[in-house]
């Protein structure tokens, strides 16, 4: 999984369906380090979010559909990582090439609006690649000021803006759009996405993870007072410091404060490597096959890095991307209790 915007662009895809569709759209991939792989295409319906599976052989794989009207596709390898993601509508014939292993570097032809999504994202890609959503909030909002009249203005907020669970902001921002540019098959999504990223903040369960002795161990909340527990993947460029900013945190709050690194890639030897020079107190475990590890479903991971504040019975009180808030969070709360 790349940075991820990963996985919550899913959540406002409409109507793609596996298989032909005469009166659909297409899209062709070839791109080298995807091989032969099952891959994953996840869209909403009016039903619900829906997901589809196509066979990508020999770096090569075919998509098609029918929407009901100018839609986003995401297209996820089978470790979750996200492949690419699109605008599509009826009639498109779109074609991806480039390494499955650089989301944000990807070429996409056969429509102007992916292909001016992607001038944006290929011009900030390492906005994107570091994960630095007030750097991406910025460039996002400038981008709907200077061009209200574009669909890729609606794409970016939809799909890209850090700060969609704001509401009144997302709202104000979308309102700035001219009309003509916010497809309804687009905006009804906002609803469905919105709750979808601020999910209700509910208990973190015992899960069980590889610790680095290759050992199954039960990790609990009720161990401290409170708990970060700290989901990452070696894709993580600011990953050192983020491990400085938490081992500070864990200076200043002492016994009361336990703290977890996960790592959720499908590759234990990177792993290994990754946390070979932390220097840390904290414990690191691993969780094979990532979000969808069955220990963690519950937790539903959307994307990383993620920081999850929880107290001694599983309650949580903080739940996102930033280690700064996750870190505040902790400390006042531990602050209190003194």
Not at 35 to 53: D, F, L
Not at 281 to 299: D, E, I, M, R, Y
């Amino acid at each position: 999984m790349k940075p991820k915007v990963l996985h919550i662009i899913s959540l406002i895809c409409l109507g793609l369906m596996a298989g032909s569709c005469s009166n659909g759209f297409k899209v062709t991939g070839q791109l080298k380090n995807l091989g032969t792989q099952n891959i994953k295409v996840v869209y909403a319906t009016e039903n619900g979010v829906v997901e589809s599976w196509v066979v990508a052989q020999d770096d090569k794989f075919v998509a098609q559909g029918k929407v009901d009207g100018l839609s986003i596709v995401a297209i996820y390898n089978t470790e979750q990582s996200l492949i690419a993601r699109l605008a599509v509508n009826n009639g498109d014939d779109i074609t991806v090439t480039g390494d499955a292993l650089e989301p944000f570097s990807v070429q996409v032809h056969g429509s102007e609006i992916n292909e001016q999504w992607y001038d944006f994202i290929h011009k900030n890609k390492n906005v994107y690649l570091a994960n630095n959503s007030d750097m991406l909030t910025t460039l996002v909002e400038s981008y709907v000021r200077k061009h209200p009249e574009s669909v890729v203005s609606t794409l970016l907020i939809m799909a890209d803006y850090p700060e969609i669970s704001d509401r009144e902001k997302t709202e104000k921002l979308l309102a700035s759009i001219d009309h003509e540019a916010k497809p309804a098959s687009i905006t009804q999504a906002y609803e469905s996405l919105l709750k979808m990223r601020t999910k209700p903040l509910g208990r973190t369960r015992t899960l069980f993870l590889i610790n680095t002795e290759g050992d199954i161990e039960a990790l609990s909340t009720n161990k401290a007072s409170y708990s970060i527990y700290f989901f990452w993947e070696n894709d993580l460029l600011l990953r050192a410091d983020i491990i400085k900013q938490l081992r500070r945190c864990a200076a200043g709050n002492g016994p009361r404060l336990q703290i977890a690194d996960i790592a959720l890639d499908g590759d234990s030897t990177g792993w290994h490597g990754r946390i070979r020079n932390d220097s840390v107190t904290w414990k690191h475990f691993w969780a094979p096959s990532g979000p969808v590890n069955s220990t963690l479903t519950h937790l539903s991971i959307e994307r990383t890095p993620l920081f999850i504040v929880s107290d001694s019975i599983g309650i949580q009180h903080y739940r996102g991307i930033s280690v700064q808030k996750a870190c505040e969070t902790a400390s006042k709360l531990i602050s209190k209790k003194n």
